[in-house]
């Protein structure tokens, strides 16, 4: 039988601390779910069959992730065991390895999901375990290991003695599982606890009393393992992915002056030598080319490509916008479902007027052409290559090559009119 490597992530708990009306897991950082980011890290691991794990206000996560992943239901909250028999039920009768996560750390690394299950597969562990290691007393499980670096089991934190608590290596809640296994482990399984839950933590010790291989991996990067509790905690990530994306931008030769005021989404692709300037906001999916300036507070929404030596200025936005090569968008324009030529000038307050109430329509413009300060081009609307707008311009019409287009009424002065 082929081999499977199928991921479990959990996501039916209240989290109450929060304090939301929405589930926890709907909640947006950087502008995407936490739940959506969690799967989105598994699949990009690799791994494609994904199940759910999902209760409290369910209708949301299905909502979010629609059909991508495959659903089990956890009506009652009876610990993290509990959860995983409800997916396991999925998978009787595979061979492989079962990825188990949490649905609420969303910034983690592909590559560490992906390292976990291929350092299991290599040394056959029947459960390798992502920790962290930590000089502060933290509140999590303590991993205690035999003489042989082996797990021999996952000591919770209000269970540990004084020898535990000083214990470095913590448990995550991230684990890689023989499937088989872990089919078996949780039959054994028990509730008699303080709080009459099922706790995954307790599989170890059962797979390491029967003799089998249990093993751990020391995460790198502290911050990408953090969970979200409560605002505060989805604050401190949103923190984290910004740097970590803004960083890797400069290593790829961007300048980003103020790194913690430039906010650049997901998947976004910036060229060399372009210049980022403070409280710009990217969204996901632009692409801008190289040596263009950007900002200082400018907003590039989606589907915008911008090309080579693009100067877009301070308070501009610009959504589904393709610009050409030497464009400038200096100041104070609005810059929405157009095409714009190569150097081409936009003056200050230009307008492209590109919803009617009911539909958005397209505006282009021209190579070579300058469009004067405080213009509204009313889509849909084309402006020729050469074209040359008056300040002051409403366009409605067409303008073809070559031409100057002014569409204003003479001035005409009331004398004392104001007096009256």
Same mark, same amino acid.
């Given at each position: 039988?082929?081999?499977?490597? @199928? #991921?479990?992530?959990?996501? %039916?708990?209240k989290?109450?601390?929060?304090?939301?009306?929405?589930? &926890?897991?709907?909640?947006k950082?950087?502008?995407k779910?936490?739940?959506?980011? #969690?799967?989105?890290?598994?699949?990009? #691991?690799?791994?494609d069959?994904?199940?759910?794990?999902? +209760?409290?206000?369910?209708?949301? @996560?299905?909502?979010?992730?629609?059909d991508?992943?495959?659903?089990?239901?956890?009506?009652?909250?009876?610990?993290?065991?509990?959860?995983?028999?409800?997916?396991?039920?999925?998978?009787? +009768?595979?061979?492989?390895?079962?990825?188990?996560?949490?649905?609420?750390?969303?910034?983690?690394?592909?590559?560490?999901?992906?390292?976990?299950?291929?350092?299991?597969?290599?040394?056959?562990e029947?459960?390798?375990?992502?920790?962290?290691?930590?000089?502060?007393?933290?509140?999590y499980?303590?991993?205690?290991?035999?003489?042989?670096?082996?797990?021999?089991?996952?000591?919770?934190?209000?269970?540990?003695?004084?020898?535990?608590?000083?214990?470095?290596?913590?448990?995550?809640?991230?684990?890689?599982? !023989?499937?088989?296994?872990?089919?078996? %482990?949780?039959?054994?399984?028990?509730s008699?606890?303080?709080?009459?839950?099922?706790?995954?933590?307790?599989?170890?010790?059962?797979?390491?009393?029967?003799?089998?291989?249990?093993?751990? @991996?020391?995460?790198?990067?502290? #911050?990408?393992v953090?969970?979200?509790? !409560?605002?505060?905690?989805?604050?401190?990530?949103?923190?984290?992915?910004?740097?970590?994306?803004?960083?890797?931008?400069?290593?790829?030769?961007v300048?980003?002056e103020?790194?913690?005021?430039?906010?650049?989404?997901?998947?976004?692709?910036?060229?060399?030598?372009?210049?980022?300037?403070?409280?710009?906001?990217?969204?996901?999916?632009?692409?801008?080319?190289?040596?263009?300036?950007?900002?200082?507070?400018?907003?590039?929404?989606?589907?915008?490509?911008?090309?080579?030596?693009?100067?877009?200025?301070?308070?501009?936005?610009?959504?589904? %916008?393709?610009?050409?090569?030497?464009?400038?968008?200096?100041?104070l324009?609005?810059?929405?479902?157009c095409?714009?030529?190569?150097?081409?000038?936009?003056?200050?307050?230009?307008?492209?007027?590109?919803?009617?109430?009911f539909?958005?329509? &397209?505006?282009?413009?021209?190579?070579?052409?300058?469009?004067g300060?405080?213009?509204?081009?009313?889509?849909?609307?084309?402006?020729?290559?050469?074209?040359?707008?008056?300040?002051?311009?409403?366009?409605?019409?067409?303008?073809?090559?070559?031409?100057?287009? @002014?569409?204003?009424?003479?001035?005409?002065?009331?004398? +004392?009119?104001n007096?009256?």
């Amino acid at each position: 039988m082929a081999q499977d490597t @199928i #991921a479990i992530v959990m996501a %039916a708990g209240k989290g109450t601390r929060m304090k939301s009306k929405k589930s &926890k897991l709907v909640h947006k950082i950087y502008g995407k779910e936490i739940i959506k980011r #969690a799967v989105e890290n598994v699949k990009r #691991a690799g791994i494609d069959n994904i199940i759910v794990v999902v +209760g409290y206000q369910k209708e949301q @996560i299905e909502e979010v992730l629609k059909d991508s992943v495959t659903y089990a239901v956890q009506d009652e909250q009876l610990g993290t065991g509990h959860a995983v028999m409800k997916a396991a039920k999925l998978i009787e +009768g595979r061979k492989g390895k079962v990825l188990v996560l949490n649905g609420d750390h969303p910034i983690m690394r592909p590559e560490t999901l992906k390292n976990l299950v291929d350092i299991s597969n290599k040394k056959q562990e029947s459960a390798t375990i992502l920790t962290m290691v930590h000089e502060n007393v933290l509140p999590y499980g303590k991993i205690i290991h035999d003489g042989e670096g082996k797990i021999k089991e996952i000591v919770e934190h209000k269970d540990c003695n004084d020898e535990q608590l000083n214990i470095k290596e913590v448990n995550l809640g991230m684990y890689c599982f !023989d499937i088989e296994e872990l089919e078996k %482990a949780l039959k054994e399984l028990k509730s008699n606890n303080a709080q009459n839950e099922y706790y995954l933590t307790d599989v170890i010790k059962i797979m390491y009393d029967k003799g089998l291989k249990t093993g751990s @991996i020391v995460v790198s990067d502290n #911050a990408e393992v953090l969970g979200i509790n !409560d605002r505060m905690d989805l604050q401190v990530l949103t923190k984290a992915l910004q740097l970590r994306i803004n960083t890797q931008h400069m290593r790829n030769g961007v300048t980003i002056e103020d790194i913690n005021n430039t906010y650049i989404y997901d998947d976004v692709e910036i060229g060399i030598d372009t210049v980022i300037h403070p409280n710009t906001t990217i969204k996901t999916g632009v692409v801008i080319g190289e040596d263009c300036e950007i900002g200082p507070n400018a907003y590039i929404r989606e589907g915008c490509k911008l090309s080579n030596n693009v100067k877009i200025g301070s308070f501009v936005e610009v959504k589904k %916008a393709i610009i050409g090569e030497g464009t400038k968008v200096p100041h104070l324009s609005y810059m929405g479902d157009c095409e714009i030529g190569s150097k081409t000038n936009i003056g200050c307050g230009t307008i492209t007027c590109n919803y009617d109430g009911f539909n958005k329509s &397209k505006t282009i413009i021209g190579d070579n052409s300058f469009v004067g300060s405080n213009t509204n081009l009313v889509a849909p609307v084309t402006l020729g290559k050469n074209t040359f707008v008056a300040a002051g311009s409403t366009i409605t019409d067409d303008v073809p090559n070559d031409s100057l287009a @002014i569409a204003r009424q003479r001035q005409t002065n009331k004398e +004392g009119w104001n007096r009256k």
